[in-house]
T-cell receptor, first 116, second 114 residues
Framework: DADVTQTPRNRITKTGKRIMLECSQTKGHDRMYWYRQDPGLGLRLIYYSFDVKDINKGEISDGYSVSRQAQAKFSLSLESAIPNQTALYFC???????????????FGPGTRLLVL | KQEVTQIPAALSVPEGENLVLNCSFTDSAIYNLQWFRQDPGKGLTSLLLIQSSQREQTSGRLNASLDKSSGRSTLYIAASQPGDSATYLCAVYAGGTSYGKLTFGQGTILTVHP
């Protein structure tokens, strides 16, 4: 979805390097998410943010940190990359739910990360 | 902890065939269930969202059903076409401590050959 952009689209880095993946959205949504996808494991939630001042850990947050710089921007950092962080990373957004979380999530195109 | 399983992991069918993809989840306390399509090199596209109070949703040749009490959903694709080839993912919005988060299945890789 062109309304959610991710940079870079592909990245190769070495063990121990710090890298940042960026996500921007023009949908005006309050909620943003970071997922990683590994073959055979589906998507797993790393971090999510319901607004600029709200950051929450997902199921696999160890080794990652995030920053919500503005409503439209949500960055994911790997402080010291390791090979098992090689994966496809997706950013997603959703609108605020009116009393429930039941809103469609819109996904970016993904960032393919290889850690050597 | 909510777990979502999709069967089969891969499916190959000839064009024109009707097919069913299955999704099961362990915790029936969900707000809704969503089916996505993923094409290589692209993000996920939402196909259908079924609220927990609904039994099914339809969009064109796609029909998704939900049986919350048994923890199951199916995605029915009628008259399949080669353009339907993609990975199909099922995801549930759970309540409780998982409020606001989607839990995904591993996906079904569908190939429709001419």
């Amino acid at each position: 979805d062109a309304d959610v952009t991710q940079t870079p689209r592909n990245r190769i880095t070495k063990t121990g390097k710090r890298i940042m993946l960026e996500c921007s959205q023009t949908k005006g949504h309050d909620r943003m998410y970071w997922y990683r996808q590994d073959p055979g494991l589906g998507l797993r939630l790393i971090y999510y943010s319901f607004d600029v001042k709200d950051i929450n850990k997902g199921e696999i947050s160890d080794g990652y940190s995030v920053s919500r710089q503005a409503q439209a921007k949500f960055s994911l950092s790997l402080e010291s990359a390791i090979p098992n962080q090689t994966a496809l990373y997706f950013c997603a957004t959703s609108d605020r739910g009116s009393g429930s979380p039941a809103k469609t999530q819109y996904f970016g195109p993904g960032t393919r990360l290889l850690v050597l | 902890k909510q777990e979502v399983t999709q069967i089969p992991a891969a499916l190959s069918v000839p064009e024109g065939e009707n097919l069913v993809l299955n999704c099961s989840f362990t915790d029936s306390a969900i707000y809704n269930l969503q089916w996505f399509r993923q094409d290589p090199g692209k993000g996920l596209t939402s196909l259908l969202l079924i609220q927990s109070s609904q039994r099914e949703q339809t969009s064109g040749r796609l029909n998704a059903s939900l049986d919350k009490s048994s923890g199951r959903s199916t995605l029915y694709i009628a008259a399949s076409q080669p353009g339907d080839s993609a990975t199909y993912l099922c995801a549930v919005y759970a309540g409780g401590t998982s409020y606001g988060k989607l839990t995904f299945g591993q996906g079904t890789i569908l190939t429709v050959h001419p």
